[in-house]
Nanobody, 116 residues
Framework: QVQLVESGGGLVQAGGSLRLSCAAP????????MGWYRQVPGKQRELVSTVTTGGSTNYADPVKGRFTISRDNAKNTVYLQMNSLKPEDTAVYYCNARLPTTYDYWGQGTQVTVSS
């Protein structure tokens, strides 16, 4: 079973920063666009940011200018640097690996809580 291992969530005050990490098996990582999604109870999971194998990035409008996604191909790890956090960023954040066949792998989720 493929595992994406996430870390870095936690509790932070509004205006603070957190960095999420997600490690993937090399057999998956090297071929996958990597991304972060988030979900709050009662709502659908939503896209936060993605990065392609070539390094092209995409961000949801609510996080543009505050979040930065990056990938370290030597460590098979994708990061999400989150700055200027807001209470509305509170959610469970999920790492995603999408193969060219559009098959998805998901992490177990990490809780991010931003207090006001």
């Amino acid at each position: 079973q493929v595992q994406l291992v996430e870390s870095g969530g936690g509790l932070v005050q509004a205006g603070g920063s957190l960095r999420l990490s997600c490690a993937a098996p090399v057999s998956i990582f090297r071929f996958s666009a990597m991304g972060w999604y988030r979900q709050v109870p009662g709502k659908q999971r939503e896209l936060v940011s993605t990065v392609t194998t070539g390094g092209s990035t995409n961000y949801a409008d609510p996080v543009k200018g505050r979040f930065t996604i990056s990938r370290d191909n030597a460590k098979n790890t994708v990061y999400l640097q989150m700055n200027s956090l807001k209470p509305e960023d509170t959610a469970v954040y999920y790492c995603n690996a999408r193969l060219p066949t559009t098959y998805d792998y998901w992490g177990q989720g990490t809780q991010v809580t931003v207090s006001s």
